[in-house]
Nanobody, 123 residues
C-alpha cells in the first residue's frame, strides 16, 4: 500500500509559479508510475502530467506543455510538479496518484490517490 500526501498549493497571481510536492510512504514508490490530475467543481478529474517509474519518461496535457514540469526523486519517495506561467484556468484541486500499469492519462489506472491540494490563480 502507498499513501500519498500533497503539499505546496496556494494562491498565486497569474504569471507566477508554484511547486507541488507529493510525498509517498512505502518502500515500493520507485516501482510506480506517478501522475498529477486536477479537478474543478462540476467537472471530471483531468489529466495534467505523468512520469514513469524511473523518471525517464514524462507526459503532459497540451494545456500545460511548456509551462509545467514533473520530476521525481525516488530516494526521497517524492514526486514534484513545477508550475510556471500560471493561468487563471489552472485553478483547481491538484491530486497526485500512483499507477502500477495501464494508461497514464486515465484516472481509473491509478491505485492510490492523495487528498489533493488547492491551487488558486488570481487574474
Amino acid at each position: 500500500q502507498v499513501q500519498l500526501v500533497e503539499s505546496g498549493g496556494g494562491l498565486v497571481q497569474a504569471g507566477g509559479s508554484l511547486r507541488l510536492s507529493c510525498a509517498a510512504s512505502g518502500r515500493t514508490f520507485g516501482t510506480y508510475g506517478m501522475g498529477w490530475f486536477r479537478q474543478t467543481p462540476g467537472k471530471e478529474r483531468e489529466f495534467v502530467t505523468a512520469i514513469n517509474w524511473s523518471g525517464g519518461r514524462t507526459y503532459y496535457a497540451d494545456s500545460v506543455k511548456g509551462r509545467f514540469t514533473i520530476f521525481r526523486d525516488n530516494a526521497k519517495n517524492t514526486v514534484y510538479l513545477q508550475m510556471n506561467s500560471l493561468k487563471f484556468d489552472d485553478t483547481a484541486v491538484y491530486y497526485c496518484a500512483a499507477r502500477a500499469s495501464g494508461d497514464y492519462w486515465r484516472p481509473e489506472s491509478h491505485l492510490y490517490w492523495g487528498q489533493g491540494t488547492q491551487v488558486t490563480v488570481s487574474s
